[in-house]
């Protein structure tokens, strides 16, 4: 009877110590996914507050361009005179801010510019593509790469 109770407590040892590892290892892999996931999260939130914010202000300009051709109002000079045309509550949103005439969401790096009106064309908000660092390039720029002998066949 006591070669039978030794062996059950070896026997639940064993699972104790087995269900321990798999929690062990759940947890590794488990808790870095979730954080990544609530970064990813917030990252998408703002990156869609910088969205709406760009969205509310070419509302604003499509109402002000109206305005121009059926009133005869002077179009605006710069960004900063076109914040002031949106509804009072709408603030930057935090992460995103205004230098040169143009609006940088610095989590993502996104960019808008604000195009003054020219002969042909209304003022308008376009986006500026993001250009990847050369450090990030995988290949060496052209002429600048060492030289190599052709692979022998």
């Given at each position: 009877?006591?070669?039978?109770?030794?062996?059950?407590?070896?026997?639940?040892?064993?699972?104790?110590?087995?269900?321990?590892?798999?929690?062990?290892?759940?947890?590794?892999?488990?808790?870095?996914?979730?954080?990544?996931?609530?970064?990813?999260?917030?990252?998408?939130?703002?990156?869609?507050?910088?969205?709406?914010?760009?969205r509310a202000l070419n509302n604003v300009l499509?109402?002000?361009?109206?305005?121009?051709?059926?009133?005869?109002?002077?179009?605006?000079?710069?960004?900063?005179?076109?914040?002031?045309?949106?509804?009072?509550?709408?603030?930057?949103?935090?992460?995103?801010?205004?230098?040169?005439?143009?609006?940088?969401?610095?989590?993502?790096?996104?960019?808008?510019?604000?195009?003054?009106?020219?002969?042909?064309?209304?003022?308008?908000?376009?986006?500026?593509?993001?250009?990847?660092?050369?450090?990030?390039?995988?290949?060496?720029?052209?002429?600048?790469?060492?030289?190599?002998?052709p692979p022998e066949s």
């Amino acid at each position: 009877m006591r070669i039978e109770a030794d062996g059950m407590a070896d026997k639940r040892q064993f699972q104790l110590i087995t269900i321990l590892i798999i929690l062990g290892l759940l947890s590794v892999v488990a808790i870095p996914r979730y954080i990544g996931i609530g970064r990813d999260e917030q990252r998408e939130a703002q990156e869609g507050a910088a969205h709406g914010y760009i969205r509310a202000l070419n509302n604003v300009l499509t109402v002000h361009m109206s305005n121009h051709y059926l009133r005869g109002e002077e179009w605006v000079e710069d960004g900063e005179e076109l914040m002031e045309l949106l509804q009072e509550g709408w603030r930057m949103p935090e992460g995103m801010r205004y230098v040169d005439n143009a609006w940088i969401d610095e989590k993502t790096g996104v960019r808008w510019e604000f195009k003054q009106a020219s002969d042909h064309l209304p003022p308008r908000i376009k986006r500026v593509e993001q250009q990847p660092t050369p450090d990030t390039w995988e290949m060496e720029p052209i002429g600048q790469g060492s030289p190599r002998s052709p692979p022998e066949s």
